[in-house]
T-cell receptor, first 112, second 112 residues
Framework: DAGVIQSPRHEVTEMGQEVTLRCKPI?????LFWYRQTMMRGLELLIY????????DSGMPEDRFSAKMPNASFSTLKIQPSEPRDSAVYFC??????????FGPGTRLTVL | QKEVEQNSGPLSVPEGAIASLNCTYS??????FFWYRQYSGKSPELIMF????GDKEDGRFTAQLNKASQYVSLLIRDSQPSDSATYLC????????????FGIGTKLQVIP
């Protein structure tokens, strides 16, 4: 079975540009999570969805960040405008009900 | 105080030795505990989860949970160089499997 799929794997952009990260969860999973990982802060939960509905977005750092899940097989995380401090690895993870989460390969974002 | 505390290491052990990784958490009501392994440049991979006080063994890995003392540990027996990675402790404060909080991770180095 395919795992969680993320694209792009690497993104380099300039400050002020819009960035869109994409995620396809494992088929049949009903929870989807977006995380950000940095050396200083570790792995932080940004937002999670259940059955395509955002449940908790308290980890979203500010209004520049937004996430959507239009259907069960696709989610996006958008940063507009991007800033250098947004540089990090962004992970998407999914789970089936009350079971552990499985992570995608991540997107390494560099904002110059 | 951080919700989940880990020593960032690095923890160096010789090949064949037992590696002991520790984690403490602040929420006494926490119910679910997870250990993830993360190789450099890769995504976190679930290796163990534990819910009840005591030990849980899986091959060379043993997870130990002591809710009274609010700590969870991971023992790796017969450590191999391939075990060299960062080990992330994760805790769900309210039970279930959502909104997991991760520790910063402990970097393990197994010396041949």
């Amino acid at each position: 079975d395919a795992g969680v799929i993320q694209s792009p794997r690497h993104e380099v952009t300039e400050m002020g540009q819009e960035v869109t990260l994409r995620c396809k969860p494992i088929s049949g999973h009903d929870y989807l999570f977006w995380y950000r990982q940095t050396m200083m802060r570790g792995l932080e939960l940004l937002i999670y969805f259940n059955n395509n509905v955002p449940i908790d977005d308290s980890g979203m750092p500010e209004d520049r960040f937004s996430a959507k899940m239009p259907n069960a097989s696709f989610s996006t995380l958008k940063i507009q405008p991007s800033e250098p401090r947004d540089s990090a690895v962004y992970f998407c993870a999914s789970s089936l009900g009350p079971r552990p989460q499985y992570f995608g390969p991540g997107t390494r974002l560099t904002v110059l | 105080q951080k919700e989940v505390e880990q020593n960032s290491g690095p923890l160096s052990v010789p090949e064949g030795a037992i590696a002991s990784l520790n984690c403490t958490y602040s929420d006494r009501g926490s119910q679910s505990f997870f250990w993830y392994r993360q190789y450099s440049g890769k995504s976190p991979e679930l290796i163990m989860f534990i819910y009840s006080n005591g030990d849980k063994e899986d091959g060379r890995f043993t997870a130990q949970l002591n809710k009274a003392s609010q700590y969870v540990s991971l023992l790796i027996r017969d450590s191999q160089p391939s075990d060299s990675a960062t080990y992330l402790c994760a805790v769900n404060p309210s039970g279930g499997y959502q909104k997991v909080t991760f520790g910063i991770g402990t970097k393990l180095q197994v010396i041949p």
